[in-house]
C-alpha cells in the first residue's frame, strides 16, 4: 500500500500548486457579472485541471498501512493500527476500556 | 405617486455614495459576483501538513542527543536490519550470492 501513500502525497501536492489558478476559474465561473463567453470558457478550465487536484477528491488515509477506509482522523490511523499502538502504550491518553 | 419614486431613487443614490464612501459593495440587483469564493481560506498547506515532511519523519528518527550535538543523520531502523543481516550471516543463514540461487542454477541447467 505504499504506492497509495505516494500517490495521495502527490495528489496533496497537485492541490497546494494548482490552489491558486482553481480560486480564480471558479470566481470568474460563478460571477454572473462577467460575459457568458468568459464564464464558460473559465467553466472548461476548471474541468481540464486534474481532478486529482481538487480538493474535496482527497481522502485522509492511514499513516503507517495507506488504508483508505476504517481511518480515526484525529490518530490519521486505520483501525487496526490503532489498536496495536494503543494496546503498545504508544498513543498517550488512550486507554483499553474496562469496566 | 410621483414623490414616492423619487424617494425611492434618492434612497438608492444615498446607499450608492454611503457604499462609495465607506469602501461597501453596492449590489441593489443582489447580481451573484462569487466574492464568497474570494473570501474562502486557502486551505492547501493544510491539506499538505496531514503527512509529516521529509525532514520531520529523519528529524523523528535522530536520538534527541545527537540531535543537540549536531551529529549526521543516520536511520536507526535500516542500522538494525544490517546488524541483523551480518548475524545471521555469520551463522550461514544469509541469502545466496548473485547467480547463485534457484533460479539462476534452474536456468543454468537449461541451457546445458
Known amino acids: ?99 | 405617486m410621483s414623490g414616492s419614486v423619487s424617494q425611492a431613487a434618492r434612497k438608492l443614490k444615498v446607499a450608492e455614495l454611503s457604499a462609495k464612501i465607506f469602501g461597501n459593495a453596492f449590489n441593489p440587483t443582489g447580481a451573484r459576483t462569487g466574492s464568497y469564493i474570494l473570501r474562502q481560506n486557502f486551505r492547501g498547506e493544510h491539506i499538505v501538513r496531514y503527512y509529516p515532511s521529509e525532514t520531520d519523519a529523519n528529524m523523528a528518527k535522530v536520538p534527541r542527543l545527537g540531535r543537540m550535538m549536531g551529529e549526521k543523520y543516520y536511520d536507526i531502523d535500516e542500522i538494525d536490519r544490517l546488524n541483523a543481516l551480518d548475524k545471521r550471516k555469520a551463522r550461514g543463514k544469509g541469502g545466496p550470492k548473485k547467480g547463485e540461487g534457484k533460479r539462476a542454477t534452474l536456468a543454468k541447467g537449461k541451457k546445458r
Open chain 1, 1 to 99: 500500500m505504499k504506492s497509495r501513500i505516494l500517490r495521495n502525497i502527490k495528489a496533496r501536492k497537485s492541490i497546494v500548486n494548482k490552489e491558486l489558478e482553481r480560486t480564480i476559474w471558479r470566481y470568474m465561473s460563478r460571477n454572473t457579472t462577467l460575459e457568458p463567453q468568459i464564464r464558460m470558457q473559465a467553466q472548461l478550465a476548471l474541468n481540464r485541471t486534474p481532478r486529482e487536484a481538487s480538493p474535496t477528491a482527497i481522502k485522509n488515509r492511514c499513516l503507517i498501512t495507506g488504508r483508505g477506509r476504517g481511518v480515526f482522523n484525529e490518530w490519521k490511523m486505520c483501525r487496526f493500527q490503532f489498536r496495536l499502538h494503543a494496546l503498545n502504550g504508544d498513543l498517550p491518553g488512550v486507554d483499553k476500556a474496562s469496566w
